[in-house]
């Protein structure tokens, strides 16, 4: 089993011929609500390949929580855990794209801001009955570092995706077994600029001293880079039609919890991670993109 504590939020899109200026009503060309939020989208990622997973998060009481529940539930996660939280809003993202595909965001974290310690503390039992515990930092930093801490007392196996960035202190990261950064996310926690795969190497070294075991750091279309104690690893993307990211780091570090939790090798887990991340652009949205088991299997075998 694994378990995913996160976020949950919808995105609401709203694509326009151009951005309205303050003050100013436009119309808009059309309109799509889909499925999001970095947790939600890394349960939804590993149930599509085929693992068991929970998910810890929180909802508000409204329609949105419902139907993104649903959505989890139908494509398999366990929903068990999830809160619903009276007199608050699920989150959202208020998302408009122009026709140069141009956007502007507003997030309104609603229901995320408040999964809290004590309900880490009331999923005590999940965690202990799971082997892989995955966190990213969209829900209260405070939350997921008791949940790293306590995963690893329990001899759990922790993987941080430390996004969006944000500075961690040491014992925040002293509890990450496998740290998945991108490039923006590495040069926040470590406090190097990254401009080329020396600096990737100089910032790791900063974050495997203060405990990190392992990183592997995502380069988008230039793929990834894995390293730990024993050496440094390149993996170029699949050259594929991206016609959307959003989620590639989502569906990538889901892959590698699953493959990890079947006991495969890194390298053999950044293979997959990398074709399910490639998969992953050629689709728009967010859980919308997320590619099916059989459907990454199939496209492993023919770009071979
Ligand atoms: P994030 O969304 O967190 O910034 P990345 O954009 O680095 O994450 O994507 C994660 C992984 O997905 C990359 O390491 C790569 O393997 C794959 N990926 C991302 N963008 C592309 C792309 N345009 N073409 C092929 N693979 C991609």
Known sequence: MITVIGSLNMDLVTYTGRMPVVGETIMGRSFKQIPGGKGAN?????????AEVRMIGCVGSDVMGNILM??????????????KIEGVSTGIASITVDSAANNCIIVVSGANNMLSIQDIQAAYDAIQTSEVVVAQLEVPLDTVKFALKTAKQL????ILNPAPASELDDDFLANVDILVPNDTELEMISGIQVKNENDVKKAA????????KELIVTLGSKGCIHINESGVKAYPAYKVNAVDTTAAGDSFIGAVAVAINEGKSFEEAIYFATAVGALTVTKEGAQSSLPLRAVVENFIKNVK
């Open 70 to 83: 649903e959505a989890l539930k139908n494509d398999g996660v366990d929903i068990t855990q999830i809160k």
């Open 42 to 50: 890394q349960a939804d990622a590993i149930a599509k390949l085929g």
């Open 205 to 212: 070294q900063v974050l495997m001293n203060k405990g990190v």
């Open 155 to 158: 001899g759990k196996l922790t």
